[in-house]
């Protein structure tokens, strides 16, 4: 059984992700298009449009152009949105890297995108610089010193197959892979929210979601700008500054992450601000508890509801449209976007599940990715026949809402950042005291889940000393929040970690 969209099929614009996010810049001239919430540092569409132009052109005299990759190694601020479309107007692709990464996961993503320059923020310019060491990349730019020109580049592109960002993703196991999204993957995207989510000139966006995640990309600041609303951004959400910029921007439309709807719906004085200007609230990322939900809900004054995608997929797959925000029920994530198809299948098979019963779900549309770059073999184990496998369990009402019922893969999600088990263990088994280890996520009160390490180890060693062993070497929110010491490690006859097992140990 195949669902599909209750909206008609959109047309696809055949142009570039810049072409089609800054067309309409001219014509919003003066209108604030970008500004800092900390800082108050703002761009008007045509102070945007005039710097994308020539950053483009100072990229160009560098050599960056078509068949390139950069890397942009920063937080949201105004100028991200420059440094993307000045190199995608060169015919590169980008590569965002989160900067709290440490420096050895920053130079293995480097190396992986095959990165020839690195865009920084400014604050972590030492750090860029020793990647760039580390990985042989001659130029790294700041931000506040992106080269200029006169003449901006008119490259010659194909948008249904020029890679356009190259975000890093585990997927539905392992380690992080390079997930190709083209130009037209990620305009397809832009126009299906569109059709659903009508964001205009009127709108103001807080963006404190990261950029570098491609739900802070495409949903908060790519769909802001294509619509000629007002995006508010801040490098991190600390509740009492949020809430002030909500009220002090009069924002309307509001994207959260789980732990931030369990703040507003926990924390005192919300309602000592002014939020009357909030029409739309949107969570992604993870699940979120339908009682947090009504909770914060009732102190916003404003209905939350879900969406649902995943990097592969640009990522939107589904939304509750802006016209059925007051009937759709809390806890689903809405209904397919146009031009997108879904399956739900018996997990491990290609058998369709009768309605109503839960199966994994697949997707289909123009937003799923072209491939993970130099990985074939990924490739096709995750999209078979055009189909994406999603790795989520998933079951769809009467009414043709999909409720998420469970994760099939192994990713912890924290805070809406993905975490992979493997890459822990293989820290933990380089401990000298470490035999054996394995890592589940339990459920945490402010990251929904978290990474809780099973251990098997040769000699006493304390907890504490192997949480710190990890933090040391990964970003912090990747770090074990909880170890378990056990005499050995459940496995399967082939050796496969039965985390199930470890999971229904765990209280």
């Known amino acids: 059984m195949i669902y599909s969209s209750p909206l008609p099929d959109i047309e696809v614009p055949?142009?570039?992700?810049?072409?089609?996010?800054?067309?309409?810049?001219?014509?919003?001239?003066?209108?604030?298009?970008?500004?800092?919430?900390?800082?108050?540092?703002?761009?008007?569409?045509?102070g945007l449009r005039?710097?994308?132009?020539?950053?483009?052109?100072?990229?160009?005299s560098l050599g960056v152009g078509p068949g390139d990759v950069v890397a942009l190694l920063a937080g949201n601020q105004p100028r991200y949105a420059v440094a993307v479309h000045?190199?995608?107007?060169?015919g590169a692709a980008i590569t965002p890297v989160n900067p709290v990464l440490t420096l050895p996961e920053i130079t293995k993503q480097l190396l992986a995108s095959g990165a020839k320059a690195l865009i920084t923020a400014d604050e972590v310019v030492d750090k860029a610089r020793?990647?760039?060491?580390?990985?042989?990349?001659?130029?790294?730019l700041p931000l506040s010193e992106l080269p200029a020109g006169d003449t901006p580049p008119r490259p010659r592109l194909d948008p249904a197959t020029t890679v356009a960002v190259l975000p890093f993703s585990s997927g539905t196991t392992g380690t992080a892979k390079g997930v190709q999204l083209t130009h037209r993957n990620l305009v397809a995207n832009l126009a299906q929210q569109r059709a659903?989510?009508?964001?205009?000139?009127?709108?103001?966006?807080?963006?404190?979601?990261?950029?570098?995640?491609?739900?802070?990309?495409?949903?908060?600041?790519?769909?802001?700008?294509?619509?000629?609303?007002?995006?508010v951004t801040l490098p991190r959400f600390e509740l009492r500054e949020y809430l002030?910029?909500?009220?002090?921007?009069?924002?309307?439309?509001?994207?959260?992450?789980?732990?931030?709807?369990?703040?507003?719906?926990?924390?005192?004085?919300?309602?000592?601000?002014?939020?009357?200007?909030?029409?739309?609230?949107?969570?992604?990322?993870?699940?979120?508890?339908?009682?947090?939900t009504e909770r914060a809900e009732r102190r916003l004054g404003c209905l939350i509801r879900q969406g649902y995608g995943m990097t592969e997929a640009s990522p939107g797959t589904h939304q509750v449209f802006d016209d059925a925000f007051t009937t759709t029920p809390p806890g689903c994530v809405g209904k397919l976007s146009p031009n997108t198809e879904a399956r739900l299948v018996r997990?491990?098979?290609?058998?369709?599940?009768?309605?109503?019963?839960?199966?994994?779900?697949?997707?289909r549309g123009p937003q799923v990715m072209l491939g993970y770059l130099g990985n074939a073999e990924a490739t096709a184990s995750a999209i078979t026949d055009g189909w994406l496998h999603t790795g989520d369990l998933v079951r769809v009402d009467e009414d043709g809402n999909f409720w998420i019922v469970d994760r099939l893969k192994e990713l912890i999600k924290y805070k809406g950042y993905q975490v992979a088990p493997a890459e822990l263990e293989a820290v933990l088994l380089t401990h000298p005291d470490v035999t054996d280890a394995a890592v589940v996520g339990v459920p945490h009160a402010e990251g929904g889940e978290a990474p809780k390490a099973y251990v098997v180890a040769s000699r006493p060693v304390a907890a504490e000393?192997?949480?710190?062993?990890?933090?040391?070497?990964?970003?912090?929110?990747?770090?074990?929040?909880?170890?378990?010491?056990?005499?050995?490690?459940?496995?399967?006859?082939?050796?496969?970690?039965?985390?199930?097992?470890?999971?229904?140990?765990?209280?």
């Not at 570039?16 to 970008?34: F, H, M, N, Q, S």
């Not at 439309?253 to 029409?279: I, K, N, Q, W």
Request: proline content about 6%; glycine content about 10%; charged content about 20%.
């Open 196 to 231: 659903g989510w009508r964001i205009g000139p009127d709108d103001v966006q807080a963006a404190v979601l990261p950029f570098f995640h491609i739900y802070g990309f495409t949903i908060i600041l790519n769909s802001g700008l294509l619509g000629g609303a007002t995006v």
């Open 14 to 46: 055949d142009a570039t992700l810049t072409e089609y996010v800054l067309g309409g810049a001219e014509r919003y001239g003066d209108k604030t298009a970008l500004v800092d919430g900390r800082t108050g540092e703002s761009l008007t569409y045509a």
């Open 465 to 507: 000393d192997l949480m710190a062993f990890v933090a040391g070497q990964v970003a912090p929110y990747k770090k074990v929040r909880s170890v378990e010491f056990v005499s050995e490690i459940p496995k399967s006859p082939t050796g496969k970690i039965l985390r199930r097992v470890l999971k229904g140990t765990s209280g």
């Open 347 to 363: 997990p491990g098979t290609d058998e369709d599940v009768p309605p109503g019963e839960p199966g994994e779900l697949l997707v």
């Open 50 to 60: 005039a710097a994308v132009d020539a950053h483009a052109a100072g990229l160009a």
């Open 130 to 140: 020793e990647a760039a060491t580390a990985t042989g990349i001659q130029h790294v």
């Open 244 to 292: 002030r910029t909500l009220e002090r921007h009069r924002v309307t439309r509001a994207y959260f992450a789980p732990p931030m709807v369990l703040a507003l719906a926990t924390a005192e004085g919300v309602e000592d601000h002014d939020l009357s200007s909030l029409r739309y609230a949107l969570c992604g990322a993870a699940p979120l508890d339908i009682d947090v």
């Open 86 to 90: 000045a190199v995608l107007s060169t």
